[in-house]
């Protein structure tokens, strides 16, 4: 309220005014949508105190490694693995704080020099500069020794905090029309992307850190990552500890210095944004564009037809769709990530390989849920069910298109790892006969267990009263799967029991064979159920 009659009087807010209307009004907003709903409010009281508790776990970690040789590389990595997280959140969660978007502040009598200290002091409200603080109390506590090591400890702990909310302000208002815009949502959805990739790569630096022998392995990085701010900071803690003072001043001025910095950058890129028109939605004219897409481009290679313009829309939701997109990119990461990093932990085999083809397998599922509510217009050509096999067979060769050399890319890869190459042949069959199998399921799943895929929600990919139907889809569809790839396991089995390996390579052509042979008799069967169940498909691909 005091900002507003300053305002009204002709008066800039100063920073000291500014701070706790900041504050308040990041209570407000925080008190207000947990108001909204009772799993709000339980969402976020849980999403406390798991940090609570994982913080004091960090915290009594960090202590009971006091006195350890290595503590202080392990304590600096922490640091900058916890910057590298505030870094990179933003970009992926810009809905998780309301007070991420700075636009909102461009109609009000703010400068952007005030603005700074009061966002900056309204991001210390909340549960990641909790944690942030755990963190930074514990490695504080874990490597501090002596009066000259306190002090530095003291310092350290709000240079590390601020850098890293700094840091996160700063990537957040520099890319704030990114975030919102439709290519920050794709961003969003890819999330969970990251964090698998970055899950399986902890794993594995976990189990090579235990097979050479320890934290000694984290010395020649923890030696560059100290001169790194904020992670500098805590490095400065150790240096003052054991006596080099003029190396933990120079970290501590370095830390300082990058604070700034990013305030700095942060205060530049909210001027430029207060001051700046957003031309995101000027229509830029591309006479090279326009004629490029007339002239049909890659796509001109695709087949003519029903079958080349139902190819070329499946293929379009892939590059277009945030949700098919993120589906696909997620199923081709994680189809490559397992075989390969169990390959490289010496823990795989080769048929690891069949997961990236069943993870694209599933892809073909719920094709017409995938439509959403302009699935109607297809509908109007599927009376028939030549029609409706036309239809299925066309999305399953879109999907060939990308699937069938990537199942061959992932053995070929996973082959090398493993230096298995003369398993190549009857790998890559049983997990093409594997995908044969999916997309016949799935052309058959997507007939008779249709559902609606909300498009207003990130994570949600079925419709309220709908998520029972969609995982029965998929569990009934794996396990036939599984049972219609039984004839090539068993004899891919049959040709290793039986020590007839000169011949494993014929399983190559069979499972080929095979894959197209149940792929035609899915399509035959999932046609006719398609064309006569058609109204039942429109009304439950349109909830929701």
């Known amino acids: 309220m005091g900002t507003g009659r300053a305002a009204t009087a002709g008066q800039v807010p100063s920073r000291a005014a500014l701070t706790p209307v900041f504050v308040r009004l990041k209570l407000s907003l925080l008190r207000n949508g947990l108001r909204q709903s009772a799993k709000r409010k339980a969402a976020y009281i849980l999403s406390l105190a798991f940090t609570l508790f994982f913080g004091a776990l960090l915290v009594l970690l960090l202590v009971l490694l006091r006195g350890h040789e290595h503590a202080a590389a392990l304590v600096v990595l922490l640091g900058g693995l916890v910057a590298l997280g505030w870094a990179v959140m933003p970009l992926f969660f810009p809905g998780g ?42 490695a504080v506590l874990a490597v501090a020794h002596g009066a000259a090591g306190v002090v530095a400890g003291v310092l350290a702990v709000p240079l590390l905090l601020v850098c890293c909310v700094a840091l996160a302000r700063a990537v957040a208002t520099a890319n704030v029309r990114l975030l919102t815009s439709r290519k920050g949502r794709d961003l969003a959805l890819l999330s969970g992307l990251l964090i ?9 630096g976990a189990q090579r850190l235990s097979e050479a022998g320890g934290l ?32 933990a001043a120079g970290q501590l001025l370095l830390s300082a210095a990058a604070a700034a910095g990013l305030l700095w950058s942060w205060q530049r890129s909210l001027t430029r944004l207060m001051v700046t028109p957003d031309g995101s939605t000027v229509a830029a004219a591309d006479p090279g564009r326009t004629k490029d897409r007339a002239a049909g481009g890659s796509w001109g290679l695709l087949p003519g037809g029903r079958t080349g313009a139902v190819m070329q829309r499946t293929l379009r939701y892939v590059l277009r769709d945030p949700k098919t997109k993120a589906a696909w ?34 892809q073909m599922y719920n094709q017409f849920g995938q439509d959403t509510s302009a699935f109607w217009m297809v509908a109007q050509t599927l009376a028939t069910p030549r029609q409706a096999y036309e239809e299925l067979r066309a999305r399953a060769l879109a999907l060939a298109l990308v699937t069938v050399p990537y199942t061959v890319l992932v053995t070929a890869v996973t082959g090398a790892l493993l230096d298995d190459w003369a398993a190549v042949p009857d790998a890559t069959g049983v997990a093409l006969g594997l995908l044969g199998a999916m997309l016949a399921t799935g052309a058959v799943a997507s007939a008779r267990f249709p559902y609606s895929v909300p498009q207003d929600g990130a994570f949600k990919n079925a419709a309220p009263g709908q998520g029972g139907l969609a995982w029965l889809s998929v569990l009934l569809g794996m396990v036939s799967s599984a049972v219609l790839c039984a004839p090539l396991i068993v004899a891919t089995v049959w040709l290793h029991v039986a020590d007839l390996h000169p011949y494993l390579w014929l399983m190559l052509p069979a499972g080929a064979a095979y894959a197209l042979l149940i792929t035609w008799a899915g399509l035959r069967v999932a046609a006719p159920w398609t064309a006569a169940r058609l109204p039942e498909i429109l009304t439950a691909v349109s909830k929701g």
Not at 113 to 134: E, K, N
Not at 196 to 204: C, D, K, M, P, T
Not at 227 to 240: C, E, F, M, R
Not at 342 to 359: D, E, P, V
């Open 216 to 247: 000694d392995r984290l010395a020649p990085v923890a030696d560059v990552v100290r001169w790194l701010p904020p992670a500098a900071a805590l490095g400065a803690v150790d240096s003052a500890s054991g006596g080099a003072y003029a190396t």
């Open 97 to 138: 704080d309301e007070t991420l978007d700075p636009t909102r502040l461009v109609m009000l009598p703010l400068r952007p020099g005030a603005l700074v200290p009061a966002l900056l002091a309204a991001s210390l409200v909340g549960t990641g500069p909790l944690f942030t603080l755990c963190l930074a109390v514990g």
């Open 196 to 204: 698998a990739l970055g899950a399986q790569a902890v794993n594995f």
């Open 329 to 362: 990119v997620t199923a081709l990461a994680v189809g490559l990530i397992v075989p390969v990093f169990n390959a490289l932990q010496g823990t795989g085999t080769i048929y690891f390989s069949c997961f990236g083809a069943g993870m694209l397998g599933v």
